[in-house]
């Protein structure tokens, strides 16, 4: 369903903003065009305390690709999180409220924060954790989490959180890549009533990893688990013991140094270990929660993303702590105990951002459409949508139902590279186009080219890159080889350019409306999941000779995931054997991973020089079976498999 319907911001929401007309926008965002140095240097100075003032605002050359912000200065991003909020009025305000999976609620002021990060700060020292080294963080949404990053940002250790839904092994591969030396987990993880045991799957993981000295154990479940001695560490025990100090002073570091490495799909089989900087990461994320959350002082402001993932990290931890907000987390699923539980907790801590994705709207919208209804959600004034494009059925719903028509949704166009939004409405002033994330933030320069690497007309499809560096921007990839896979992935397709791997076009109104990835990248419930990654773990499986992984359109997650298998010699297709594959690429990856379809075919659609047709198993895949709109099969080595595999499509 397309709209072409436009909704203005209310009177209300507009009086409360930052920014409360284009007027504004539009010169400030001229402004950090014309003269980005210029216009950085004073953002800089306004949102963050730097120990000494940088000697250069940009460096940059994207051919290379080389990009440094804030050369010479130095600073800390636990000590702008955390110590300069607590030096005034905002010592006693809530910094993170925290809602478990059962209802239960805790909160920490600013300064109890402060004093639990540095004890921990300085039990990481203790145990020999340095600047520079790096430090895994496998943990579900529990307090503690928050503590175990800015206890690492605070001493200059950069940490490497691991989603807590991805599997032993994928644990086990992110260790290893980025060799970090120490591991912080929990006994046992909750969601959904449902107990998952992590530090089981962080032992399992623990037998391949040797770089790893110490394992920190958070207790939240009361899980019986193994400890092994001289390794293993109760979190509790050590921050409790009387020689921890209370005070560490913050390691001043440069501001390209690394705050964190997030590992994200790509293209290829093995993720990529994107490195976020400290100053400049942290600048893009506390301006953008200023602007587009417009986060005054006395709000409450509910992501309720995984910090497993950059939205968790950018917003949920360093955006909103980093400008003094109170950041509310939810340890729990959207649907249980039922489809009311977002709205429950809206009402509950009276909240007035709130910031989730389109695979969880859509899911609201079809188990619990009337919950929304059964709350007080009077304080909500914007509604935040991230993770793949928002359709506009979705959209209105969550702006009907969820807003009743009075707050403002951003949908906020940004990946793991960008660090924080860089196409976004801002809440008082963008008149809103359902489903378009609308204009570029301050100091966004985007582009959309064609293949032909031109300049796309109005509403014409092409790439979406981006032109000029931002300060939040990835600085590089973790390991061996950055350079060369910096271009690969970005910086070398329209050179000159960053690529983001999405497909966009611009209409009349200089609106951006985003097509979803154009690479070998799929978006499952907004996770991205590489086709390569879960190929590799469906032909790790004895049965599997070969197989082919593409993304169809999914109902709920937006994109499901179709695996095409070819099967060995002596293996016959069975429900059975289904089950066994799908059970294989969880345990490989992880849950988010599972193929929602399997689907056995004799052979693949390939081109006489080896390579699969994609285009021809994506539109089967997504019930396109029209041969007319396949295009020339002449190419392929036997082009009656395609009836086979039309015939032979699951629910056909
Ligand atoms: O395809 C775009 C989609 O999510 C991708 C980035 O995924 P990830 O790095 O995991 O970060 C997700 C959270 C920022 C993008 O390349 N995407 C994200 N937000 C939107 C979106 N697509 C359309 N509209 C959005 N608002």
Redesign the pocket.
Known sequence: MATEQIFIPTKENQSRAWISSMEEYQKMYDASVKDPEKFWDEQAKEFLYWKKPWDTTLEWDFTKPYVSWFKGGLTNASYNCLDRHTQGLHRNKAAIIWESDGGRTKMYTYQSLLTKVCRFANVLKDHGVKKGDVVAIFMPMVPEVVTAMLACARIGAIHTIIFSGFSSQALRDRIQDSNAKCLITVDAGKRGGKVIPLKVMADEAMLETPTIETCFVVTHSRATINMQEGRDFYYHEETRRRDISNECEPEWVEADHPLFILY??GSTGKPKG?VHSTGGYLLGCAITTKYVFDLHDEDIYFCS?DVG???GH?YIVYGPLCIGGTSLMFEGIPTYPNAGRFWEICEKHAVNQFYT??TAIRSLMKNGPDEPSKYNLSNLRILG??????NPEAWLWYFHEVGQGRCSVV????????GA?M??NLPGCTPMKPGS?TLPFFGVQPIILTEEKKEAAVDEDGRLCIKFPWPSMLRRMWGEDSDKRMMDNYFGIFPGYYF???GAALDKDGYYW????VDD?I?VS???MSTAEVEAALNSHAAVAESAVVGYPHEIKGEGIYGYVVLNEGFEPSDDLTQMIVGHVRKDIGPIASPDYIHFVPDLPKTRSGKIMRRIVRKIAAGKIDKEGFGDLSTLVDPDIVDVIIETRPNA
Do not use: C, F
């Open positions: 994200t799909s994107v993303a993932w950059i939205t950018s994705a389109p949508s991230v993770g793949e494009p928002i949908d906020t166009w940004w990946q793991t590279e960008s939004h196409i976004s994330a983001s791997g999405d985003l097509k979803g990835r990248v978006n907004g996770h991205r």
